[in-house]
């Protein structure tokens, strides 16, 4: 009995952290951000990589631009986190305006070639164009990019 009752704490206790995580997470930040779909964080997740190795800083490490700071979350990103999939995305308008120009390239079809085999179509303009015209309607979208 006595052990029972230990484990059913020990599973509420468990139970309780993992909500308080997942609620705490859920929260938008206070600055205003954008709300992303997976397929939208994980696209971005490349663009920004794409834009820290043409600024000529291929890791994190390496230091990232002042505008792009909490970047650094996105590029170490949780995929391998199970839990992640159920949590919302975000993006700083600032983190947004410094992608703007990256953003666009790709959309101009100017996007590295994908880690996919040849016969697999490029799905990532087409996001990115969805994901624009989004923040356009929404009025979200950068009027300036900010220059690397």
Do not use: H
Not at 11 to 21: E, K, Q
Not at 78 to 84: A, C, K, L, Y
């Amino acid at each position: 009995m006595l052990l029972t009752l230990k484990t059913l704490c020990a599973i509420f206790t468990v139970v309780a952290i993992v909500y308080f995580l997942v609620t705490e997470a859920r929260r938008p930040p206070p600055d205003k951000s954008v709300k992303l779909s997976n397929d939208e964080f994980g696209t971005l997740v490349g663009v920004a990589n794409y834009a820290l190795k043409k600024l000529g800083r291929p890791t994190p490490s390496s230091g990232l631009p002042t505008d792009l700071q909490s970047m650094d979350r996105y590029l170490r990103s949780d995929m391998f986190n199970p839990i992640s999939e159920l949590l919302p995305r975000y993006i700083s308008r600032a983190e947004l305006a410094f992608l703007a120009p990256y953003i666009d390239e790709w959309i101009a079809g100017l996007a590295p070639p994908q880690n996919l085999p040849a016969e697999y179509p490029d799905e990532r303009p087409d996001e990115l164009r969805a994901l624009k015209v989004r923040m356009q309607k929404e009025g979200l979208w950068p009027d300036r990019p900010v220059n690397p």
